[in-house]
Each structure stands twice: as structure tokens, then as C-alpha cells.
């Protein structure tokens, strides 16, 4: 409709001539006449919806639009090149693959183009705006002409459940902007657009016997509704922070991405080493944070920590400072109901005690390298492929010779890597022992 009392209007200019000023005028009443008609409908007969281009509610919608409805929108569409699924390629292991020629033959990825108006269920129009400096944020509307609004939400169930189903298996990661943007930007928009990353199964994290299910059972208790009442009749802050530490390659990273899949909260990822945050920035980052999530701080170095703001009455800019973390954490900004993992590879006696303490880091895990008995646990999830009754035989093989380990002699990345290097468990049963031998030497020297 806008765009019709748009035309009409380019056609002022031309009507201007005096034998022409009647039909103007009459132009201008009908014209008149139809916005005003126009915006009466909209305000009062009209439900509309509006979804920022940073919510996963807009990327589950546009994900179904390009799905289900792209053939009949041809000429409103914006295709972009994608990685083809892996389900998809089907190509012999002995094969060379070459992921140029892969990429070529996947179809593209199209999606609603900015401006268009696509036709849904439920009688419902989408809309795709961009994003203008001087306009509201882009993203999605959302038009039904009715005044319920349950054709829109039955519409965004439906594309939630199937983006549900498409991303079962995946953790849901946040990410901070840069350094500059968090500077300029509100606590809301400090995080950039949610992105699918594959998640991990919590049965192929191999931890020492007993430390799996305590690490499992203090998150279900800290979760469940009877905890929370607790905490607020207590007038506890409603938050539990756990210091993973411990050698790389032990599984730090590999529990947090499990634990994020199977409680199913957002990944709110920083990662303290390459970030150069201040304490404004990450006070700002945690004022961002929804109530129900996991927040990492990787790669904490408690020795890059300046005890104050202020260094030899200079105001130092960069860095993060002791009391800013803490500010982090605990501060008044700060939403309840998170969960905070901070990883390092310093032990908890290095950090400083104000620090580490119940309220900011309720419980400190030691990820030592791996057992004997992980070892073997290794052994089974790198090759849980392959078929049961001749894992069961490679397995027997395969304790033996991992009993001439020490324990805490290798990590589990070094004998993931090694798994994954021997390709088959018959393999890797007859070179283990070759292998501890050359990582031995290679320690010696």
C-alpha cells in the first residue's frame, strides 16, 4: 500500500500545469484519503511482530522460510554459498577428497531478500528489513491481519521445533564483540549473533572415576527449583562458579561443551588471553548475559591480574584488574541464575584467595592427565565405530598394553591423537607400545 501512494505521489510534478490543478487536487484527497484508511487497518486490525536480526528466534525463522518456502518466492530471494552437510558426501574413505569441488556442488543457501514479503502458515506475512543507521535495528516483522496473535506464535513454534531438530546435537555459542564496539555499545548488544557449534556427547568425556557424576550432580542440584527457592529464601545471589584447572589437553574444553549439551544453555564464551578487555568491557559483557547460561573465562592467568586500577597513580587503561573481575562476577549488574567456569592451567593456590572462594568459585576441579583406566576409555570412544564384537577382543589387546603406563603419563589429546593417527584399533593395539616408547624419548631429551 505504501508503495502505491508512493508512485501516485511522483506524479505531483507533472500535474502541476493549471489545466491540471482540479485532478491534483482530487489526486491528493484519494491519496490522503487511502494512508489515512491504510494506517487505520494496520493500528487496529492489524498484529504485528517485530524480532532484532540478533535473536536466534530471527535465524530459526529465516532458516525455515529458506527451507520450506524459497520455490515459491523466486524472486525475492538472497542465496549465499554454504558447506554442504556431511551427511550428504558420500565418498569412499580411500578417496582423496577435494572440498573445492565439494563446495561447488552443494546448492546455495537462500533466504527471504531484504524488503520482501513472504506469504507464511497460519496467514501470516514475513517481513525482512535491513539494518539503517538512522532506523530501527533490522531484523524481522512479523504481520497478520487479524488481532490475535496466536497465528505468529504457532508460526514460531513450528520453525522452532524444526531448528530444534536440525541442531539436536549442537551447543549454542555467544561470542563478545570487539574491544571498540563493547566500548560503545549497551550491556545487550556486547555479544554478537549467537552461532550452532557442534556439541560433544557427555559419554565420550572420559574423566576419572567419580568426578564426572559430582560434577553432574551439583549442576542438577544447583538447577533444580527446590535449590532456587533456597537460595532466595536465604537471600543467597543465585549463581555457582567452578575453576577447571589443570595441564592442557586434559579436557577442560571437552566437559564444558558436554555439560552446555546436555543442560542446554548457551556457551557465553571469553577468552581472557586474547581479548584485550578492560574492566569496564567484561563488567559490560556480564550485564549482558541472559539469566540461564554457562559464561567461560579461558585462559585466566592469575599473574596477568593487576591489583588495582590505579599503578603508580596512573590510571592504566588496559588489563583486567582483580577488583574488576570480582565486580564481574558478583557485581550489581550482574543477572543470577548462570553458571561461571573459569579454565587455567595455574592451580588454585595461585590465584588470589578473595578470589577463590564460595560465592565467586564454589568448587575447584583438577584435570590430571589421563589414568590407565581413561586410557582405555579413550581407546573405546575413538573407535565406537567400529563393529562390537571385534572391539571387544582390540579392547582386551589394547589393556594390556596400556597397563605399561604411569599413571597421569600422557594427556588425552596426546592419546587422542594418537587414536586418531593409528586409524584402526588393530592398529593402534600393535604400535601403542612403539609409541610410549618414542614419546619416552623424546621427554628424555
Known sequence: MESIIYALLQLIPSLLKAEHVGLLVKLFAITSASLSLFYFVKSYFMTTVRISESDILAQSLLSYCAKTHHAKHRKSLTAASVWPEEDDIKIPLTQFRNFKLEERKAPPKYEP??????????????????????????????????????????????????DFERHRNDNLVVYPESEDMIRQCSPDDAWAVPIYRRGRSMDTVCMRQGLKDQILGDIQSFTSYKMQERYFASGIPYRRGYLFYGSRGTGKTSLYKALALRTGLRLYLVNVAELELTDNSLQKLFAGIPRRCIVILEEVDPTQLRRSNNVSGIAKKNGISLSGLKSAIDGPLTPEGHLLIITTNFCPKDFPQELIRPGRVDLAIEFKKASVDEAIQLFKTAYLQSPEDELKEHIANFSIQASLLKDSEFSHAELQGFFLTARTPQNASKTFRDWVEQERKKGKN
Do not use: C
Open 113 to 162: 531478500d531484504f524488503g520482501s514479503t513472504w506469504k507464511m502458515e497460519y496467514g501470516v506475512s514475513v517481513q525482512r528489513v535491513s539494518r539503517e543507521p538512522e532506523k530501527k535495528a533490522g531484523g524481522l516483522v512479523l504481520h497478520y491481519f487479524g488481532r490475535s496473535l496466536t497465528p505468529i506464535e504457532n508460526l514460531l513454534k513450528l520453525a522452532a521445533k524444526e
